[in-house]
């Protein structure tokens, strides 16, 4: 079955500090990965898109890792603010068609002053 | 350019009541999906749709009807509302499959009693 696992499931830090998110995946074959961004009572908004041939994309303080071999991907979050407190989902896409976007339960990250 | 509107945005029923949820996007994309998001879990698929005219079952699609009478427009409608239907409802639309960006709706909060 088609997966997406994130840790931690909840994470604090202090303003200023960086952190790193964690994504693991078994949907195969694999099209592309992606990171959104979901404040509360909000959509989820698009972070990155990376294809198996990126490693690395960064979106200013957001800077997204996949390693397709592993099935794994992180983002890490440099100079924490506190407009960055927010739930944080990886989501892959399968290549197969009908094969929809499959959701992780997402990282909730609290940055606090 | 609005993006992806949905309508209403808040909503109550009784057990038993029908609603439909109504989602637009200005963008003319082709794809578009209805998801439901609930506490500690991953975005779930409830019904899609490839084009005008065409829909599909998600993950989740028991209790939802949907249609795609216009290419902008991709309704969900609740025949006979339950309890375990309260969630929060978030429409989607890509242009192109697993490769474009996929733009959320903000959602619409429906609480049935």
């Known amino acids: 079955k088609n997966q997406v696992e994130q840790s931690p499931q909840s994470l604090i830090i202090l303003e200023g500090k960086n952190c790193t998110l964690q994504c693991n995946y078994t949907v195969s074959p694999f099209s592309n990965l992606r990171w959104y961004k979901q404040d509360t009572g909000r959509g989820p908004v698009s972070l990155t898109i990376m294809t198996f041939s990126e490693n690395t994309k960064s979106n200013g303080r957001y800077t997204a890792t996949l390693d397709a071999d592993t099935k794994q991907s992180s983002l890490h979050i440099t100079a924490s603010q506190l407009s960055d407190s927010a739930s944080y989902i990886c989501?892959?896409?399968?290549?197969?068609?009908?094969?929809?976007?499959?959701f992780g339960p997402g990282t909730r990250l609290s940055v606090l002053p | 350019n609005a993006g992806v509107t949905q309508t209403p945005k808040f909503r109550v029923l009784k057990t038993g009541q029908s609603m439909t949820l109504l989602c637009a996007q200005d963008?003319?994309?082709?794809?578009m999906y209805w998801y439901r998001q609930d506490p500690g879990m991953g975005l779930r698929l409830i019904h899609y749709s490839v084009g005008e005219g065409t829909t599909a079952k998600g993950e989740v699609p028991d209790g939802y009807n949907v249609s795609r009478l216009k290419k902008q427009n991709f309704l969900l409608g609740l025949e006979s509302a339950a309890p375990s239907q309260t969630s929060v409802y978030f429409c989607?639309?890509?242009?192109?499959?697993?490769?474009?960006?996929?733009?959320f709706g903000e959602g619409s909060r429906l609480t049935v009693l």
């Open positions: 963008m003319n994309h082709e794809y």
């Open positions: 989607a639309s890509v242009q192109g499959y697993n490769t474009g960006e996929l733009f």
């Open positions: 989501v892959v896409a399968g290549m197969n068609y009908g094969q929809n976007f499959v």
